[in-house]
């Protein structure tokens, strides 16, 4: 699976801006397919896929999945039986149903920016031991501002540097180095592909194997849409006290990166993280029984499109 490409970085660390800038390649822009690590741990449940009931089950639940129904694309499980042939693995299938997807946009190629596949890493290697990875990382309090203006995210500052950290920290950047090293990972930082949005591109594509001059006319326009300035702007919108907690929790990861940071000498009590997480769970069982039983009703009743927000 040398084609296989996938963007990694925490939740709104600009993954999906990354993706936008590679519209001319041949992987299109890649997208969140959601469903390929979720279903690879459940993988013992459905048995032996090459069995066409047993790969029937698997891609009726798959085509259910919101990030997949979006795209209005049906699977035939004899046609993909066919098509895959006797034997195949799980990595096959995937490949193959993304392919389909992308064929719609005239692609040939795939690529994914599931910002979770982060965290499960290793499992993602295994299964793509050959693919290349773009890896994505932006300042953890500018991520935290964006993802609070979310309502499916972390929902206060605590959580938000929790998770970016959980993503970005020194012992995660373990197998991104080896990948690094072996010349399948390519480091971004989403600040410099802001303020030198051709340059990066350049480097982006010939990692790629690609040569920007191809796409010129069409890479010029995305350039021009780029919000250069479009960071640090924690610094003047949110509050001393969140900064401070921010850093409490993500320093480490954010010296590791290069950032600055404000309170090197800031801590948080035992009682205050725990506030913090039960906020949280509170504020996202919320918004998970919105998503999957309000939404969930409107979809099969009232046509509502999955992900049409």
Not at 21 to 48: A, C, V, W
Not at 53 to 59: G, P
Not at 119 to 139: F, G, H, M, S, T
Not at 158 to 165: L, S
Request: a positive charge; glycine letters at 6%.
């Amino acid at each position: 699976m040398k084609q296989n490409l996938f963007i990694l970085g925490s939740p709104r660390s600009g993954t999906t801006f990354l993706a936008s800038l590679l519209r001319p390649t041949e992987y299109g822009s890649p997208f969140e397919t959601q469903f390929i690590l979720k279903y690879h741990d459940k993988l013992n449940s459905y048995g032996d896929i090459t069995q066409l009931s047993r790969l029937t089950r698997l891609i009726n639940d798959i085509s259910k999945e919101r990030a997949i129904a979006q795209w209005g694309v049906k699977f035939n499980p004899e046609v993909v039986k066919k098509a895959l042939g006797d034997e195949f693995s799980y990595t096959e299938f995937v490949n193959y149903i993304c392919t389909q997807l992308m064929k719609k946009k005239g692609k040939s190629k795939w690529g994914d920016k599931t910002p979770h596949y982060l965290l499960k890493l290793n499992q993602l290697v295994n299964l793509y031991p050959n693919a290349k990875y773009l890896y994505i990382v932006r300042d953890g309090r500018d991520v935290a501002l964006s993802l609070l203006k979310k309502p499916w995210g972390p929902n206060n500052i605590y959580k938000c540097a929790e998770q970016w950290a959980a993503a970005n920290n020194s012992e995660q950047q373990l197998l991104l180095n080896a990948l690094k090293d072996k010349g399948q990972l390519l480091y971004i930082k989403y600040e410099e592909l802001l303020e030198k949005t051709e340059q990066e591109c350049c480097r982006i594509y010939k990692f790629l194997g690609d040569d920007i001059e191809n796409h010129r006319e069409m890479v010029d326009g995305l350039i021009a849409k780029t919000m250069s300035g479009n960071h640090a702007k924690w610094k003047t919108q949110i509050t001393p006290q969140q900064i401070s907690t921010y850093e409490a929790t993500a320093k480490n990861s954010l010296l590791y990166h290069g950032y600055e940071v404000m309170y090197p000498e800031s801590q948080l009590s035992a009682v205050k993280v725990f506030g913090y997480k039960l906020h949280h769970q509170l504020v996202y069982f919320k918004h998970m029984f919105v998503m999957n039983v309000i939404d969930g009703l409107k979809i099969k009743f009232l046509g509502k499109q999955p992900f049409n927000e």
